[in-house]
């Protein structure tokens, strides 16, 4: 039989229990996905992307039906390479709504076989971003119970050194 197989790309400087939360939801439609962490030129990351994809490969644990992987050029490039056909995306307000679309639109424009499904961020994480969990964990504030606590142990090594 055929498998069902999503990508579910970002950033994830550094993943949150947000992610993880449309992962698990993700798995109960797709028989694996692939988290695929973005070489984004235009985002100053905090974490390097070899230790965001460990640091996605702890809070897994394991999963057999998850892989990490990571990404540069095109989204549709890297879909097809890797023979899937759905891409994952969350949304956490309408504001992420405008640029979601015009992310999908444009993906689609660019191949047609793909589909971008969307998921609804749980109402316990939805007001999470990276850029606030990192901003929070460089003053010292608490981020436990919004990110794995390996992250949250890396944000603390990450911020003592600076
Ligand atoms: N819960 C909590 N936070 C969430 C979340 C969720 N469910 N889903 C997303 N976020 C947060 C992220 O932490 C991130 O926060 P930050 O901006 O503070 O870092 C933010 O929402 C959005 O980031 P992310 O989901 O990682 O997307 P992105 O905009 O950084 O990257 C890519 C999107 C990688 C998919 C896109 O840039 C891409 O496809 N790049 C490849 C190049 C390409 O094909 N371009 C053409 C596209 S038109």
């Known amino acids: 039989m055929k498998k069902n197989i999503a990508v579910y790309p970002g950033s994830f ?66 879909v097809k390479k890797v023979n899937a056909r759905f891409v994952i995306r969350g949304l956490r307000a309408m504001s992420d709504f405008e640029n979601e679309f015009q992310m999908a639109s444009m993906n689609r424009n660019l191949n047609k076989d793909m589909d971008t499904i969307f998921m609804m961020t749980s109402k316990d994480y939805f007001f999470i971003s990276s850029r606030t969990i990192k901003e929070v964990a460089s003053f010292n504030g608490c981020v436990s119970g919004l990110v794995p606590e390996i992250v949250d142990k890396k944000l603390k090594e990450k911020f003592a050194k600076k």
């Open 13 to 78: 400087d550094p993943i949150t229990y947000g992610h993880l939360d449309i992962l698990k939801r993700g798995l109960e439609l797709f028989d694996k996905i692939i988290v695929a962490v973005a070489y984004n030129v235009d985002k100053r990351a905090l974490f390097t992307v070899k230790e965001r994809m460990e640091l996605i490969r702890e809070s897994i644990k394991g999963n057999s039906h998850v892989e990490v992987d990571s990404f540069e050029g095109l989204l549709v490039d890297y």
